[in-house]
């Protein structure tokens, strides 16, 4: 019923920016927030960044002051603005969304397909 789809990725110079988009669609109730995550070979997946449906967000303290989680709600879309990245940022940036299928339902996992940023000159 629901698939989130990642956009956005590609390669850039150390210090540049890139704005990353996961967009959420089918049939569905309600997202109470959505993630993003990295992963890089041999390594666990690695929370980014959190948005919830009211907007707060929480960002890893790698990123913090680099990164700005945003979300459009009438297009079921967030955001990720990745300013001055480094080669350290390189990985598959995956879109977590939990998210209700009906309303008091407990909320399903749902997982994008990911997107590679590469940071590197």
């Known amino acids: 019923q629901v698939e989130l789809v990642e956009s956005g990725g590609g390669m850039v110079q150390p210090g540049g920016s890139l704005r990353l988009a996961c967009a959420a669609s089918g049939r569905f109730f309600g997202i109470n927030f959505m993630s993003w995550y990295r992963q890089t070979p041999g390594k666990q997946r690695e929370l980014v960044a959190t948005?919830?449906?009211?907007?707060?967000?929480n960002y890893a303290d790698s990123v913090k002051g680099r990164f700005t989680a945003s979300r459009e709600n009438a297009k079921n879309t967030v955001y990720l603005q990745m300013n001055s990245l480094q080669p350290e940022d390189t990985a598959v940036y995956y879109c977590?969304?939990?998210?209700?299928?009906?309303?008091?339902?407990?909320?399903?996992?749902?997982w994008g397909q990911g997107t590679q940023v590469t940071v590197s000159s």
């Open positions: 948005i919830t449906n009211s907007g707060s967000t």
């Open positions: 977590y969304g939990n998210i209700r299928l009906a309303s008091l339902l407990r909320p399903n996992d749902y």
